[in-house]
Structure formats: C-alpha cells, structure tokens
C-alpha cells in the first residue's frame, strides 16, 4: 500500500549552521509520516477486505434465510403428513380391532360347531350300525313306527350334512377374517414405520434449519466486528497520521521563515542551482552526461532525469486499483519494465526511506531538498532489491535500486511519485 511521504527538507536551503534539532526533527517526522501513510494505507485496505466480507456474509445470511423459509414449509408439509398418518393409524387400529373381534368371534362359532358336527356323527354312526338298526326295526310295534324310525335315521344323517356344510363354511369365513387382520397388520406396521421416518425427518429438518440459522448468524456477528476493528484501527492511524502532519506543518512554517531569511542574506543554493551556476547543464531539456556509465539522459526543466530506462503507463490520478477492486487515488506514474532494470536516482539528494514499507513494498524516498522554492522529494516502489540505505547522499543518475513487483503490485513496474511540499503531485510535471 501506498506511504505518502510528506515535505521534504528545508535544510537544503538552511546554512550549515542553521542544522539544528527542529530540522533533525523535521526529518524525523517525514520518515514517521511516511510509515503512518503506509500504515493507513494498509488499514485502508484492510478496511475494505472487511466491507467486502461483511457484504459477502450478508448475503450468504439472506440465501441461508431463503433456505430457512423453504425448509420451514417442507417442516409444515412434513408435521400435516404427519398429522394425515396419526389419523390413518387410528382409524386402521379401530379396524385391527374390528377384524381381531370378528377372528374370535368366527373362531369360537367354528369351535361350537365343531363340537355339534362332532356329536351328530357319533349320533348317526351308531343310528346307522346293522345291529341297533335291525333291532330297531324289529322292536317296532307297527309298520308306522317301523316308517317313524327309518325317518328318523335319514333326518340325523341330513342334519349331520348340514352342519358340516355349516362347518366348512365358517371355517372359511375365519380363514378371511385372519387373513384381512394380517393385511390390516401389515398396513399399520408400515404406515407406523413412514410415521417413525417423517418424525425423524422432521427432526432432521429443525435441527438443520437451526443450525444454518446459527452458523450463518455468527458469520454476520464475526464480519460485523472485524469491519469494526479495521474502522477503528483505521480511525486511530488516520489520526495519528494527521496529528504527524499538522506537526510538519508548524515545522515546516518555522523552516520556511529560517529559508527566507538565508535567502534574504543571499545564502544557500540547491544542487540544480550550483549546476547551472557551474555551466554544467541548461534547464531546457538539457542532457546530463554522468547518468549510467556516460550515456547521455535528458534533464527537465525542473532538473530530473528518467529514473528508468521504460515508458510511462498507468498515470497520476483517480482510478480503479487492480488489486484492491475500488476507485482511489493513484498518488505516482507507473513506468513498466522487466524486473531487476537499474533504477537511477531522479535528483541529487538525501535518501530518508528505504526499506519495506507496507503495499509500496522495498522503497526507496529521496529527500532532495528545496527546489524553486518548494520542497520536493521522490519515491520509488515495489523494487526487487534496495542498493541505498537511510541518510546515504546521493547523486543524480545514482543507482539506488532495481525494478521489482513487491508489496501491491500486479507485475514488475517502477511506481513513481514526487512529493511538493508534502503533497503528491503529477511525477510528469519534474520528469522527462
């Protein structure tokens, strides 16, 4: 993430004997800034990750609670299936009953006429045997009593017929009732196994349901309080950073008025004006001969050269950064080259950065003092690899480091920014 770095030294314009703890401090407190700027920057970011996950689980709570509003019709549909086979049970256990009672009831008249058919064949086995039939006939005192007992006979016989007839037949009628009181059975025992199953489907369906609910709440709850840490962290670096530059603010105020009064005396002159004193170089696009080993750079009106060898791409402005999907200011000109390409320094000056900091990932800040009357400062972000080191004098054309892709970064590119008097502005204004 970006770390703005903001005004750069008076000092370059002060006497040395003007050096003293408030510029130290001024100093100080631009690398200070430097870090607060990075530090918002990356709670900025992080701000955002939070948003964004607060939105995602918001909306997993509004598909979870979609789902919870289904799940509580098929909990309906589930308890009135449930409610149809209670009333289905009972109405098959009054008919179980029914068909049990008309079991024993054909069972005890199948019994009954059992014991009747049973004695109505002893009866007519003993009518019909020769014997007792003979003396029947012979003890007769008449042939009407003879035709009386003969009738007889063949009544007990037909009456036998009939009640085994009768037998046969209820016998029959059990075998159905028993039959239907085992499919009647076999109906409750499987409309008692679908009642069991939909009640543990119902179970099933409230205890999942109550779990989604609680899952999906304790998502949001836990979203919620990292959005609010992030603010909040973000909160408290953005006042540290602006309490940092108020500070630079009354510094720099005072180091103004010290410059004005070395300048009121005809003292001090920055680097580009003892150039042009020396006749070294113009101000119009001149070329500055000791860049990369004697190869000839173009200079700016300003001064700067090219801090690589690359053609400018994504510019100074508002735009949709790639990386973290949302519209900020782009505070530098991106200039794409392969990584590991030299990186020169831009002006002679002082280096006040240099190191890791933050999404600018190795970053180098170049302190080049008062320029024109306004305090300019470089930076340069995502390198490879750093070849200067904090308060280290630099030249112009002076390698300070290679490109690279570290911190925020999409791909190897020089991320350059200029700093006037602490606030960013378009690196093309100073840069050829």
């Given at each position: 993430?970006?770390?703005?770095?903001?005004?750069?030294?008076?000092?370059?314009?002060?006497?040395?004997?003007?050096?003293?703890?408030?510029?130290?401090?001024?100093?100080?407190?631009?690398?200070?800034?430097?870090?607060?700027?990075?530090?918002?920057?990356?709670?900025?970011?992080?701000?955002?990750?939070?948003?964004?996950?607060?939105?995602?689980?918001?909306?997993?709570?509004?598909?979870?609670?979609?789902?919870?509003?289904?799940?509580?019709?098929?909990?309906?549909?589930?308890?009135?299936?449930?409610?149809?086979?209670?009333?289905?049970?009972?109405?098959?256990?009054?008919?179980?009953?029914?068909?049990?009672?008309?079991?024993?009831?054909?069972?005890?008249?199948?019994?009954?006429?059992?014991?009747?058919?049973?004695?109505?064949?002893?009866?007519?086995?003993?009518?019909?045997?020769?014997?007792?039939?003979?003396?029947?006939v012979l003890e007769a005192r008449s042939l009407g009593e003879v035709q009386q007992r003969l009738q007889w006979d063949t009544t007990i016989f037909g009456s036998t017929t009939a009640r085994l007839t009768k037998l046969q037949a209820l016998e029959a009628e059990l075998e159905a009732a028993e039959k239907a009181q085992a499919a009647i059975e076999a109906k409750v025992a499987a409309d008692k196994r679908a009642s069991a199953a939909n009640v543990t489907r119902i179970a099933g369906l409230e205890a999942s349901a109550a779990q989604q609910e609680a899952d999906v709440a304790a998502l949001v709850e836990r979203n919620a309080q990292y959005?609010?840490?992030?603010?909040?962290?973000?909160?408290?670096?953005?006042?540290?950073?602006?309490?940092?530059v108020a500070e630079e603010s009354a510094i720099e105020a005072d180091l103004a008025l010290r410059v004005a009064e070395a300048l009121a005396r005809g003292g001090g002159r920055d680097d580009?004006?003892?150039?042009?004193?020396?006749?070294?170089?113009?101000?119009?696009?001149?070329?500055?001969?000791?860049?990369?080993?004697?190869?000839?750079?173009?200079?700016?009106?300003?001064?700067?050269?090219?801090?690589?060898?690359?053609?400018?791409?994504?510019?100074?402005?508002?735009?949709?950064?790639?990386?973290?999907?949302?519209?900020?200011?782009?505070?530098?000109?991106?200039?794409?080259?392969a990584c590991g390409v030299p990186?020169?320094?831009?002006?002679?000056?002082?280096?006040?950065?240099?190191?890791?900091?933050?999404?600018?990932?190795?970053?180098?800040?170049?302190d080049h003092g008062v320029i024109g009357g306004s305090s300019i400062m470089t930076g340069y972000a995502h390198q490879s690899r750093i070849a200067v080191k904090v308060g280290q004098r630099v030249s112009m054309g002076q390698l300070i480091g290679y490109v690279g892709t570290t911190g925020l970064s999409t791909g190897c590119h020089l991320h350059l920014q200029v700093y006037k008097n602490g606030k960013p502005v378009d690196p093309l204004t100073y840069i050829p």
């Amino acid at each position: 993430m970006a770390a703005a770095v903001t005004g750069g030294l008076l000092v370059g314009l002060v006497p040395p004997a003007m050096a003293d703890p408030l510029s130290d401090r001024h100093r100080e407190i631009q690398q200070t800034i430097a870090a607060a700027r990075a530090t918002v920057d990356e709670e900025t970011a992080t701000l955002q990750a939070a948003n964004d996950a607060l939105e995602a689980s918001q909306r997993q709570l509004d598909d979870a609670r979609a789902k919870l509003e289904q799940t509580r019709v098929e909990l309906q549909a589930a308890r009135d299936d449930d409610a149809v086979l209670a009333t289905r049970l009972a109405a098959e256990q009054a008919t179980l009953e029914k068909a049990r009672a008309e079991v024993a009831r054909a069972r005890s008249e199948v019994e009954t006429q059992r014991a009747l058919t049973a004695r109505a064949a002893r009866d007519a086995y003993q009518s019909r045997s020769d014997v007792s039939g003979l003396i029947g006939v012979l003890e007769a005192r008449s042939l009407g009593e003879v035709q009386q007992r003969l009738q007889w006979d063949t009544t007990i016989f037909g009456s036998t017929t009939a009640r085994l007839t009768k037998l046969q037949a209820l016998e029959a009628e059990l075998e159905a009732a028993e039959k239907a009181q085992a499919a009647i059975e076999a109906k409750v025992a499987a409309d008692k196994r679908a009642s069991a199953a939909n009640v543990t489907r119902i179970a099933g369906l409230e205890a999942s349901a109550a779990q989604q609910e609680a899952d999906v709440a304790a998502l949001v709850e836990r979203n919620a309080q990292y959005q609010a840490q992030a603010q909040q962290a973000l909160q408290e670096d953005m006042d540290r950073y602006n309490a940092l530059v108020a500070e630079e603010s009354a510094i720099e105020a005072d180091l103004a008025l010290r410059v004005a009064e070395a300048l009121a005396r005809g003292g001090g002159r920055d680097d580009l004006g003892r150039l042009v004193a020396a006749g070294t170089i113009s101000t119009n696009h001149a070329t500055y001969p000791l860049v990369a080993g004697g190869a000839q750079v173009a200079l700016s009106p300003q001064g700067f050269i090219r801090p690589v060898n690359a053609k400018p791409g994504s510019p100074f402005g508002r735009r949709f950064h790639p990386i973290l999907k949302y519209w900020r200011n782009h505070n530098g000109t991106d200039f794409g080259a392969a990584c590991g390409v030299p990186l020169y320094a831009a002006q002679s000056g002082t280096v006040a950065t240099a190191g890791r900091q933050g999404g600018f990932g190795n970053y180098v800040v170049i302190d080049h003092g008062v320029i024109g009357g306004s305090s300019i400062m470089t930076g340069y972000a995502h390198q490879s690899r750093i070849a200067v080191k904090v308060g280290q004098r630099v030249s112009m054309g002076q390698l300070i480091g290679y490109v690279g892709t570290t911190g925020l970064s999409t791909g190897c590119h020089l991320h350059l920014q200029v700093y006037k008097n602490g606030k960013p502005v378009d690196p093309l204004t100073y840069i050829p």
